[in-house]
């Protein structure tokens, strides 16, 4: 055997991982999106889960614009 590497030995490319600053939400989901939370808590109580589809939907999509996984 020779010191020298092997000529035919493919080598895979690096795999570069993303970045936890691009994956993580920037912020807590608590403290994400306000103003969809409170607009759908308030549906929530005054009439009832059922008939808040649509806050709900919209503060889901906002949390998911931030970064969340819901």
């Known amino acids: 055997?020779?010191?020298?590497?092997?000529?035919?030995?493919?080598?895979?490319?690096?795999?570069?991982?993303?970045?936890?600053?691009?994956?993580?939400?920037?912020?807590?989901?608590?403290?994400?999106?306000?103003?969809?939370?409170?607009?759908?808590?308030e549906c929530i109580v005054e009439h009832g889960e059922s008939a808040c589809t649509k806050w709900i939907e919209a503060h889901k999509m906002c949390l998911r614009a931030e970064g969340f996984n819901v």
């Open 1 to 41: 055997m020779s010191d020298q590497p092997e000529k035919n030995v493919l080598i895979p490319p690096a795999i570069s991982e993303p970045s936890k600053a691009e994956t993580k939400p920037k912020k807590r989901i608590c403290c994400a999106c306000p103003d969809t939370k409170k607009l759908r808590d």
